[in-house]
């Protein structure tokens, strides 16, 4: 069975200090893997999603980077932190590529990384 | 303009009752797909139903249906039999757009239910 991993969990860091979190899957390939960001009670933010390996494509224009550096890991980075970077990260996958836009391919998310800029 | 519209940002239910989660959606596409999954306070994402836009019959799984309206772009999800479990933030999502964009998921605001016992 896929299961997809989140680390770290949680993280304070102050402003203008460098971010890496890392998201891996396991027990599948090729998958699509995504970044999505929730402020405190709102909806998901998709901050950038990737199709294989060193594909990232952006949503939002920001201080956070992607890299896929292998098929099944995808890190989210940042070299200056900002307040407003706060929130909760989850890294979802998709089994791709999709044959259709509407196809079924749910996405199945991580535990996420509750991230407090201080 | 708003993809995704989630009306009730909250919302409470008696333990045992049927609730029914509003969602409406806009898109101009043919074929797209509709989802919905569950946050708990946990914090992870849950996927609970889906339902493609060329599908005749309302999705379901177990105890959760799809009520699913495609002249008035709504897609609402009707939880039977709530427990107290169910408690916790709904979101539905679309998909649309072309495949080679990744499959990417428009999320709506959420609505956050609370069962009663």
């Known amino acids: 069975s896929q299961t997809i991993h989140q680390w770290p969990a949680t993280l304070v860091q102050p402003v203008g200090s460098p971010l890496s979190l890392e998201c891996t899957v396991e027990?599948?390939?090729?998958?699509?893997l995504y970044w999505y960001r929730q402020a405190a009670g709102r909806g998901l933010q998709l901050l950038f999603y990737?199709?294989?390996?060193?594909?990232i494509s952006s949503e939002v224009p920001q201080n956070l980077s992607a890299s896929r550096p292998q098929d099944r890991q995808f890190i989210l980075s940042s070299k200056k932190l900002l307040l407003s970077d706060s929130g909760f990260y989850l890294c979802?996958?998709?089994?791709?590529?999709?044959?259709?836009?509407?196809?079924?391919?749910?996405?199945?998310f991580g535990p996420g990384t509750r991230l407090t800029v201080t | 303009a708003q993809k995704i519209t989630q009306t009730q940002p909250g919302m409470f239910v008696q333990e045992k009752e049927a609730v029914t989660l509003d969602c409406t959606y806009d898109?101009?596409?043919?074929?797209?797909?509709l989802f919905w999954y569950k946050q708990p306070s946990s914090g992870e994402m849950i996927f609970l139903i889906y339902?493609?836009?060329?599908?005749?019959q309302n999705a379901t799984e177990g105890r959760y249906s799809l009520n699913f309206q495609k002249a008035r772009k709504s897609a609402n999800l009707v939880i039977s039999a709530s427990q107290l479990g169910d408690s916790a933030m709904y979101f539905c999502?679309?998909?649309?757009?072309?495949?080679?964009?990744?499959?990417?998921?428009?999320f709506g605001q959420g609505t956050e239910l609370s069962v009663k016992p």
């Open positions: 979802a996958w998709s089994v791709g590529p999709l044959k259709k836009p509407g196809a079924r391919s749910e996405q199945y």
């Open positions: 027990g599948t390939s090729n998958p699509n």
């Open positions: 990737s199709v294989g390996i060193g594909q």
């Open positions: 898109t101009s596409d043919q074929s797209y797909g």
């Open positions: 339902q493609g836009s060329y599908d005749e």
């Open positions: 999502a679309m998909r649309e757009g072309y495949y080679n964009q990744g499959g990417k998921l428009i």
